[in-house]
């Protein structure tokens, strides 16, 4: 209850906060106030195409996520077993956390679709922390385990299934909700540039164009609150324990 009432109490301040500097500025193109904000959101949710642009940004985080785990799943596996793929993809993930993402995505945009640039940017953005999570899930595994493993000759597939699997899968649990979240908002900076039909990122950038700066601030509303949402659902999903 005590954590619950800190809670509110700092999202009431960063309210209060937010209505004071708008009030300061008297401008709504700087900083619109919270009631032109909630008019805007109103606004946004009535339009047609509302659900649909949702619809599509999701499926293209998830997809691109999915895609991400499956290929971090895999590579790491492959890196445990052969030193010199370890090389190759320790080698890819580098690249994947080091170069720009504005220029990933341009490269992106000379080479596929709109529609699938900003999929693949959340893909290749999340690919390096599943990666690394399940290759020190299988390297960081108990040593008295593994020499007890080499007595009773357990071949390799058994201890992948029996062993290894369930200890990536409960590695992967504690980072999935923010590898999500940092997935979702990188599908959305991929479509702020790649401009795909029925997108938030899309929606976020035309918004200001017009300078409709309680447009952009509803959709940022919008955003956190869909992001608060997955995050709940992630987290009870991932919390169901089986017995």
Same mark, same amino acid.
């Given at each position: ?38 008019k ?45 793929? /370890?090389?190759?993809?320790?080698? %890819?993930?580098?690249?994947? =956390?080091? *170069?720009?993402?504005?220029?990933? +995505?341009? !490269?992106? $945009?000379?080479?596929?679709r709109p ?30 385990i ?56 899309? /929606?976020?950038?035309?918004?200001? %164009?017009?300078?409709?700066? =309680?447009? *952009?601030?509803?959709w940022?509303? +919008?955003? !956190?609150? $869909? ?9 009870s ?7």
């Open positions: 209850m005590k954590n619950k009432k800190l809670k509110i109490s700092v999202f009431i301040i960063f309210l209060a906060i937010w209505q004071i500097s708008s009030m300061i500025v008297n401008s709504e193109v700087i900083i619109p106030s919270i009631s032109a904000t909630i805007q959101i109103v606004v946004v949710i009535s339009e047609d195409d509302f659900y649909l642009t949702i619809l599509n940004s999701l499926l293209r985080s998830i997809t691109g996520f999915l895609t991400a785990v499956m290929l971090g799943v895999f590579s790491g596996v492959l890196s445990f077993c052969n030193k010199f793929l /370890k090389e190759i993809f320790t080698f %890819i993930t580098q690249i994947c =956390a080091s *170069v720009p993402t504005v220029a990933i +995505i341009l !490269l992106l $945009l000379i080479w596929l529609n699938f640039v900003s999929m693949l940017i959340g893909c290749i953005m999340v690919f390096p922390m599943i990666y690394q999570s399940v290759f020190c899930s299988m390297y960081d595994y108990d040593k008295n593994i020499k007890m493993l080499d007595v009773y000759n357990i071949d390799f597939k058994k201890r992948i299934k029996k062993i290894y699997m369930p200890k990536i899968l409960i590695d992967l649990k504690k980072i999935i909700p923010t590898s999500f979240s940092i997935n979702f908002k990188m599908v959305i900076a991929g479509e702020v540039i790649s401009q795909p039909k029925y997108a938030i990122g899309s /929606k976020l950038y035309l918004e200001k %164009i017009y300078i409709n700066t =309680a447009g *952009v601030f509803s940022i509303v +919008i955003i !956190l609150f $869909l992001s608060f949402l997955i995050d709940k659902i992630l987290n999903i991932l919390s169901v324990k089986k017995y």
